[in-house]
């Protein structure tokens, strides 16, 4: 992995107005039962939260966000459980943030604390051997 390999944000969710509304009635209503751990913590009800935005603009690299359906369409050899956090390598998708990691932030600093040690800081992208 390279320091300017793009990263891809990818959201356990569709894309597409009828699962967005979907998704806005499930965060409001079942909260705790919301299968994205990204997208709540990122997203309020209806936009993403400032903080968020701020913080992926200082990454220094190319950051692109997908959901479900169009990763699974454009990489569909990858299986990873989902949310998760790829470095896109040679065209390939590298997994360096998993759903595990992401469902055990509690908020946002967590959130951003993982992307900064597992995708950004020099030993996750030149790991020693």
């Given at each position: 992995m390279s320091?300017?390999?793009p990263l891809l944000f990818v959201y356990n969710a569709d894309r597409g107005l009828y699962n967005t509304l979907a998704d806005i009635g499930h965060k409001l209503f079942s909260p705790g039962t919301y299968q994205c751990q990204l997208c709540a913590i990122t997203h309020g009800l209806l936009r993403e939260r400032e903080q968020w935005r701020d913080f992926v603009e200082t990454l220094g690299v190319p950051c692109e966000f997908l959901h479900r359906n169009q990763f699974r369409e454009r990489f569909p050899a990858c299986s990873a459980p989902?949310?998760?956090v790829f470095r896109l390598t040679r065209g390939s998708p590298?997994?360096?943030?998993?759903a595990a990691e992401i469902a055990a932030c509690v908020g946002l600093a967590d959130l951003m604390a993982l992307?900064?040690?597992?995708?950004?800081?020099?030993?996750?992208?030149?790991?020693?051997p």
């Open positions: 320091p300017t390999d989902l949310p998760a590298e997994q360096c943030a998993s992307i900064q040690r597992r995708c950004i800081a020099d030993d996750a992208v030149n790991p020693k």
